[in-house]
């Protein structure tokens, strides 16, 4: 067994953990390659109902006031490994475990991330820091302007995570080109498209000399994206992967990710995308702009950017599913890729406007901020559409919890909830209610 080197727990599921100084379940997120930076990972779990199932493990999370011992948690049979999370008021924290085979010593858990509110990583802080104006910790003064903006250096440093974008066209482009300046630790591109001329005229970064000469072969957005980006910011860490998003090299990647973007104008992608984020508990940020003239002559435009956030029980399918159902059917049989030639880009809309995708790639990055603040504390879906006035006005809107949501149910299960993706898809499409924007 892999030692654990990190344990994850959403914010919500640690919030209730506390409010009853309780057990939880872990379950290891395990490692598609024992390589890969999730190795060594445990996740808590979102539902504690049902049988212990063999391989997890109990965890213990309670808070102490200064000075308290820690009471000692209750034997547990039968358990993958015993695992100790306490946090005093003070701001101290401490996680632990006890693993079968290696005795009766506790050995240290490095890491603890708290997806949510805040986007804390215990060992860097745990308490909200008070906002700070002056100064800017990465020394060159860079920053200066943003860390104002944000409230002190810490929310931009809580920004500085690995990044997985599933799409890199016209709203993926722009979103990597606001991303990459504020120094992720990552960001990797997946998207299996190539670059065609009817692309350029609302793409961030790129331009006609990326079409390449008259009769040259076209070349993966993915790449040519990462490629321009690394031009303008060349210490950015870029993994452009030319492949489908259910490939597994692309769900390593999402499983990989601290937060998982989905800018894709196919559905198959999005919905392995909702999987990973709620297998993982990956927050997930998913951006959508639609235009369509209608039969009147009318034109109509709206953009979604739903931000879902782990711990809640709910996934993207619950929060508004997705705009074409039918395009999930790929998924039915592995190994075959999304048929684009079978699906023109006009199928259900009747353009694309840069300022459009500019703007949804805007808003996206505002929920971003919002997050690391601590002024989003729960799952966040906008729809900007026409109001009165003619003009994109916001409206929130909220998500529907299913019970019987497929996805929701293997939420913290890590790879095991790629298992039979034909089986879940055939799940998602019994249950969806298309909502509009793609
Ligand atoms: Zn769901």
Not at 110 to 130: F, H, I, K, N
Not at 255 to 265: G, L, M, N, Q, S
Not at 284 to 295: E, K, N, Q, T
Request: charged share 20%; glycine share 12%.
């Amino acid at each position: 067994m892999l030692l654990p080197r990190r344990l994850t727990i959403p914010r919500p599921v640690l919030d209730r953990a506390l409010a009853r100084d309780g057990a939880l379940r872990a379950a290891p997120a395990a490692s598609l390659d024992s390589a890969c930076p999730s190795s060594g990972e445990w996740l808590a779990t979102v539902r504690d109902d049902g049988p212990m199932p063999s391989g997890v493990g109990l965890l213990w999370v309670s808070r102490l006031d200064r000075g308290a011992e820690a009471p000692a948690p209750p034997p547990f049979a039968g358990a993958a490994l015993s695992m100790e999370l306490q946090l005093w008021q003070s701001g101290q924290w401490q996680c632990r475990c006890l693993l079968p085979g290696l005795g009766s010593a506790w050995v240290a858990v490095p890491e603890v991330r708290v997806p949510g509110a805040g986007m804390y990583r215990l060992g860097r802080a745990w308490r909200p820091e008070r906002p700070r104006v002056q100064g800017d910790a990465d020394g060159d003064g860079a920053f200066s302007r943003t860390v104002g903006a944000m409230g002190g250096h810490a929310p931009l440093q809580r920004l500085r995570l690995r990044y997985a974008v599933v799409g890199s066209g016209r709203i993926g482009s722009h979103f990597g080109q606001m991303l990459a300046p504020l120094r992720p630790e990552s960001i990797a591109f997946i998207d299996d498209d190539m670059l065609e001329l009817s692309n350029l005229d609302a793409m961030a970064l790129l331009g006609p000399a990326d079409l390449g000469g008259p009769g040259a072969p076209s070349s993966p957005k993915a790449l040519l994206l990462a490629e321009r980006v690394l031009e303008h910011w060349p210490g950015v860490e870029l993994r452009p992967l030319v492949l489908p998003a259910q490939a597994p090299r692309a769900v390593q990647e999402l499983a990989d990710a601290d937060i998982i973007v989905t800018a894709t104008d196919h559905d198959a992608a999005r919905c392995v995308a909702a999987l990973a984020a709620a297998a993982w508990h990956r927050p997930h940020l998913d951006l959508g702009a639609l235009v369509r003239i209608g039969s009147d002559g009318r034109r109509r435009m709206w953009r979604d950017c739903r931000l879902v956030l782990p711990g809640e029980g709910l996934c993207l399918a619950c929060w508004g599913g997705f705009s074409e159902p039918d395009e999930l059917s790929c998924l039915l049989n592995p190994g075959q890729a999304p048929d684009r030639r079978a699906a023109p880009w006009h199928d259900g809309r009747s353009g694309s406007l840069g300022w459009l995708a500019a703007g949804t790639a805007a808003r996206g990055m505002e929920l971003l901020d919002r997050l690391v603040t601590g002024e989003i504390t729960a799952s966040t879906w906008v729809r900007d559409a026409e109001g009165e006035h003619g003009f994109l006005e916001a409206t929130p809107l909220r998500g529907r919890g299913d019970p019987h949501c497929p996805i929701c149910h293997l939420g913290g299960r890590g790879p095991s909830a790629f298992a039979d993706l034909p089986a879940l898809v055939r799940g998602v499409l019994a249950r969806q209610r298309p909502h509009g924007t793609r």
